[in-house]
T-cell receptor, first 116, second 112 residues
């Protein structure tokens, strides 16, 4: 276990549905991330939060809406997704984004999302 | 833009043999490199990292080698075991604290 828990593990949704992905970290970290992992493509950074403040939005469509109520929890709200959004969505955390000594990310197991 | 790529998408080795997974990076300013292992149905798991002021770093059964001259990174796994079967990703970052840029991954299969 990495200390980063994601729910649900699997999600199937229609294009008109609204759903949310949840991530919780028990590592005392202050930075949290959302990544998208599609087949045969590198991990794509979506959002970064540092001390609950969003510090990066990597040109992600507005149908993905992140929320970080505190340093331990991160959500990704999904609305009117497209079939091409089907992918594994990974949450990660690190001690502090931009720390001089450590960029090591700790990943959750991901949510496998299928959009029909 | 900068990218991190892997030379081979798949690698098959015999159990007990040593494995070498390669990675090429394009940004000579990158100062931090990291290897992750991702097993089926799981998220990436940290293996080992190295900073650009080092050429080699060893962990338990793993060694990372960094050749800055040719911008090449490799992961060596000694005495490969079936449990090592997974996809291995390298990633780089630059300007300390910069975001990690991931490669596509190499799938390692270990034959019994």
């Amino acid at each position: 276990e990495t200390g980063v828990t994601q729910t649900p593990r699997h999600l199937v949704m229609g294009m008109t549905n609204k759903k949310s992905l949840k991530c919780e970290q028990h590592l005392g970290h202050n930075a949290m991330y959302w990544y998208k992992q599609s087949a045969k493509k590198p991990l794509e950074l979506m959002f970064v939060y540092n001390f609950k403040e969003q510090t990066e939005n990597n040109s992600v469509p507005s149908r993905f809406s992140p929320e970080c109520p505190n340093s331990s929890h991160l959500f990704l709200h999904l609305h009117t997704l497209q079939p091409e959004d089907s992918a594994l969505y990974l949450c990660a955390s690190s001690p502090v984004r931009g720390a001089a000594t450590n960029e090591k990310l700790f990943f959750g197991s991901g949510t496998q999302l299928s959009v029909l | 833009g900068e990218s991190v790529g892997l030379h081979l998408p798949t690698l098959s080795v015999q159990e007990g043999d040593n494995s070498i997974i390669n990675c090429a990076y394009s940004n000579s300013a990158s100062d931090y490199f990291i290897w992750y292992k991702q097993e089926s149905g799981k998220g990436p798991q940290f293996i080992i990292d190295i900073r650009s002021n080092m050429d080699k770093r060893q962990g338990q059964r793993v060694t990372v080698l960094l050749n800055k001259t040719v911008k090449h990174l490799s992961l060596q796994i000694a005495a490969t075991q079936p449990g090592d079967s997974a996809v291995y990703f390298c990633a780089e970052s630059f300007n300390q604290g910069g975001k990690l840029i991931f490669g596509q991954g190499t799938e390692l299969s270990v034959k019994p």
